[in-house]
């Protein structure tokens, strides 16, 4: 097969494949690129791309004839995707810079040189849908809202480069575990969650023995949202997860596939489940119930909470976490300024309405009781 034959055939399998942006889960440190991807044993391939100029960029090596415009870190996502797109087609049948496979939810190239890099995973089924992962990466970020903090050794990469980023807390968020309202089961420990999460817990009878409801279904938004990074890192461990978890595409397909499906168990953020109707923030969304969580090793009514937002203030609720923006702004620009609006009065406010926990705003918890 001919280069040009590579590469139509290559576009072709690309327009008919369903792809995956890996926003916002890449971290470099000395040389090193670390991928995070939801499932194991996909292996990816890395080329460099271009190379750090004055003016930005330049497309080098191979792909120095491609006609694509290099996004600019002030371009929006689809134009990185156009990108990514088009750079991917055109590295059909050229020598990767490195290759490897996840492990653990993730995979890690060392002495990688400065510059943009393309990173393209090979074909993979999930639920019957056929994904080829795709980013382009670069060190062009000036702000990232994340569930996670800078590591000492990203610290030290970023600071070695004249970068000195600052982690600021905006928001502590969760995670709702959502059933079908045919399901009578409400309580479950952290525990059980980890045994359902990797494989353990493939049946409702595991959990419940008197349970009619059959194999569970375990669903998220997507293969590589933050919420998967979430369990992969926090409950499972670095664990990789259950082969059998079924992909949505949104928080909102989650809560309408587990409110058709009385054996699902969907996992989605908490601002997700909200009452529209109710600005207390106290009732959930009436077309699915909201599990119990606790800590202990026997889930009880006394020691397992929702995930309402004085549950989440207090820590009581065990499936809670931070969010922070990484602000790499010297110039004190727009990035900057977001980040102060996010995180005075009025963003604050924004974030406490959307079912959050503001981070630097008050917040009032008062205990009303029924006479």
Same mark, same amino acid.
């Given at each position: 097969?001919?280069?040009? @034959? ?39 391939? =890395?080329? /460099?791309?271009?190379?750090? +100029? ?32 088009? #750079? ?54 000036? #702000? ?55 494989? @353990?817990?493939?049946?409702? @009878?595991?959990? %419940?023995?008197?349970? /009619? ?27 990789? #997860? ?39 923030? #106290?009732?959930? %969304?009436?077309?699915?119930? =909201?599990?119990?969580?606790? /800590? ?28 922070? =923006? ?16 996010? +995180? ?19 917040? /009032? ?7």
């Amino acid at each position: 097969m001919n280069r040009q @034959k590579r590469r139509l055939w290559r576009c072709a399998v690309l327009w008919m494949t369903v792809w995956l942006l890996l926003c916002g889960t890449v971290h470099a440190a000395g040389g090193t690129l670390t991928l995070r991807y939801a499932f194991d044993g996909v292996a990816f391939s =890395i080329y /460099r791309v271009a190379e750090p +100029t004055a003016a930005g960029y330049a497309l080098t090596g191979p792909f120095d004839d491609c006609r694509v415009r290099l996004p600019r870190p002030e371009d929006g996502a689809s134009v990185w995707k156009d990108a990514a797109e088009t #750079l991917a087609g055109y590295a059909a049948g050229k020598q990767p810079t490195a290759r490897g496979v996840t492990h653990g939810g993730q995979v890690t190239f060392a002495g990688l040189e400065p510059g943009l890099h393309l990173a393209v995973g090979d074909c993979h089924t999930l639920n019957g849908k056929t994904y080829i992962p795709v980013i382009l990466l670069a060190d062009s970020v000036r #702000l990232a809202i994340t569930t996670q903090q800078l590591t000492k050794q990203e610290t030290a990469y970023l600071n070695d480069k004249k970068f000195t980023p600052v982690s600021v807390k905006m928001a502590t968020d969760g995670l709702a575990l959502i059933v079908n309202k045919q399901n009578t089961d409400s309580l479950i420990t952290v525990d059980q969650f980890k045994e359902i999460l990797t494989g @353990k817990v493939t049946d409702w @009878k595991q959990l %419940n023995p008197a349970s /009619r409801l059959g194999e569970l279904q375990l669903v998220f938004d997507n293969p590589n949202s933050s919420t998967v990074h979430y369990v992969l890192d926090s409950i499972c461990g670095g664990m990789p #997860l259950s082969k059998d978890l079924k992909a949505q595409k949104t928080n909102p397909e989650v809560i309408s596939y587990v409110a058709k499906n009385p054996a699902a168990l969907g996992v989605i953020g908490v601002n997700w489940i909200g009452n529209p109707a109710d600005s207390t923030r #106290l009732s959930f %969304n009436d077309a699915i119930r =909201i599990m119990a969580v606790s /800590r202990a090793d026997s889930a009880t009514v006394g020691n397992s909470f929702k995930p309402y937002q004085a549950y989440l203030a207090l820590n009581q609720y065990p499936l809670t976490r931070n969010v922070y =923006i990484l602000l790499n702004d010297p110039k004190s620009g727009l990035p900057s300024g977001l980040t102060s609006f996010l +995180t005075d009065f009025r963003g604050q406010r924004i974030i406490l309405k959307s079912g959050l926990v503001p981070a630097t705003a008050a917040v /009032r918890i008062v205990d009303v009781k029924e006479e």
